[in-house]
């Protein structure tokens, strides 16, 4: 028995819900430039979820089950009021939440598909309330309860600030919703799995996929990207600071990925809106320290941007703090570890692999009083 080391080009299940090959991303063999464009949100977890997409009538349906659910117990709300958020992370904070607002859920380990479903619509509609409301009782604010008459968004947005969102807001955080939504097999949607082929609940295998998500190789890149942005300061500054990094052996946040080689089909769409949202904000400069370095690591490394590296200065001139980077991050991929789990469970078996031995062998036993 030899180990992969991260167990690359390991292929672990079949799946039907999204695929990367040649370095193109479809969701349901729908390329994701079309869905980026074309779609909103709601329609892409229709999609990942049914593994169709809806009709208008499916998807009013649908919307408007998602804005009834988004209310979160006052429970959920209090244990929020009860640490010093000063000091907590809001992933944390989030993957406490989620595992709280299981504990509130009488079918929490009622297994069907139908209660599953009811259970896929609370997490995904509620986990939005939850971010918000983190960000408004740090800030010494009343959480704000959400709007049933709003898209996913609007509702996120206006819960977030308190005041109804512009049509720009909208859609920048709706179209990087769709480009997070779901990635095939990446590490978080791996560990939900994993955590569900024991059968255990929903509310299990999401929170397990939130304490993978967090970690800065995976989601929590996009909150280190901010953070390495701001220490370079200036456009002049980007290339002595990024050269200083390589020097130290040190990874550039944003930068490289497992899977794809020559670039991330995600990032296009992210640059793009950075260049726009930082031109309307006259913050220019995040988008162009941005791309003198994704092109210098590029040329020096062979690496691409990937999904996380844009998204930074995209949720930057939106006013987010950059903590909740990550948390929204969250926001939208939950819809992939929902599809995931809910395809595990139809086609269930343990997942359980093999680890190389290479600790020593053959030891004799030395009773305590002698060692
Ligand atoms: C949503 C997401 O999860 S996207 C990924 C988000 N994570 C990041 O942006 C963190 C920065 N990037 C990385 O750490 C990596 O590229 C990962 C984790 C994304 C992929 O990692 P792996 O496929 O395991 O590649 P690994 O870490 O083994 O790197 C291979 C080589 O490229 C180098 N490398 C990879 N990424 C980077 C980087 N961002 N900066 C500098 N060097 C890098 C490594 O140092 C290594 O070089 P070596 O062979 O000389 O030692
Ligand atoms: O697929 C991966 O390894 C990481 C990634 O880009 C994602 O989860 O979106």
Redesign the pocket.
């Known amino acids: 028995m030899t180990a992969t080391k ?1 167990l ?1 080009g390991v292929v672990a299940t079949q799946s039907s819900i999204s695929s990367i090959i040649d370095d193109q991303l479809t969701y349901v063999g729908y390329r994701i430039d079309d869905l980026a464009e074309k779609s909103s949100f709601e329609e892409v977890v229709y999609l990942l979820w049914n593994l169709k997409l809806p009709t208008q009538a499916e998807l009013q349906a649908f919307k408007q089950e998602l804005a009834n659910n988004m209310e979160v117990p006052e429970q959920v709300i209090e244990q929020l009021r009860s640490y010093d958020l000063s000091k907590v992370h809001p992933m944390a904070a989030l993957r406490t939440s989620i595992s709280l607002l299981g504990l509130y859920d009488d079918e929490a380990d009622v297994m069907t598909e139908e209660a599953n479903h009811r259970k896929a619509i609370r997490i995904q509609a509620k986990i939005s309330t939850i971010i918000a409301a983190f960000s408004r009782i740090r800030q010494g604010k009343e959480p704000i309860k959400p709007l049933k008459d709003l898209s996913y968004a609007e509702n996120f947005l206006y819960m977030l600030n308190g005041e109804k969102p512009n049509a720009i807001e909208v859609e920048a955080i709706d179209k990087a919703l769709v480009l997070h939504a779901d990635h095939e097999l ?1 590490a978080s949607t791996f560990t939900a799995r994993v955590c569900v082929a024991t059968l255990s609940d929903m509310y299990s295998g999401i929170v397990a996929a939130l304490g993978a998500l967090k970690g ?4 929590g ?1 996009n909150e280190q990207v901010m953070k390495m942005l701001t220490e370079i300061g200036t456009e002049e500054n980007a290339l002595p600071y990024i050269k200083e990094k ?1 020097a130290n052996k040190e ?8 899977v794809y080689r020559n670039g991330d089909p995600r990032a296009k769409h992210l640059q793009k809106m950075s260049k726009e949202l930082t031109t309307l904000t006259g913050q220019e400069k995040w988008y162009n320290m941005s791309v003198k370095i994704e092109d210098y690591i590029k040329k020096e ?1 062979g ?1 691409p941007a ?3 590296f844009y998204s930074a200065s995209v949720y930057h001139s939106l006013g987010i703090d950059h903590d909740l980077f990550t948390p929204i991050f969250a926001m939208s991929r939950v819809s992939g570890w929902i599809a995931h789990i809910l395809e595990q469970y139809s086609n269930n078996r343990l997942i359980r692999p093999r680890a190389e031995y290479v600790g020593p062998t053959t030891q004799q036993y030395i009773p305590i009083e002698n060692r």
């Open positions: 991260g690359e990446n800065p190789l995976h989601g890149a390589l990874k550039i946040m944003g930068m490289g990925h497992r490394k690496l990937n999904v996380d």
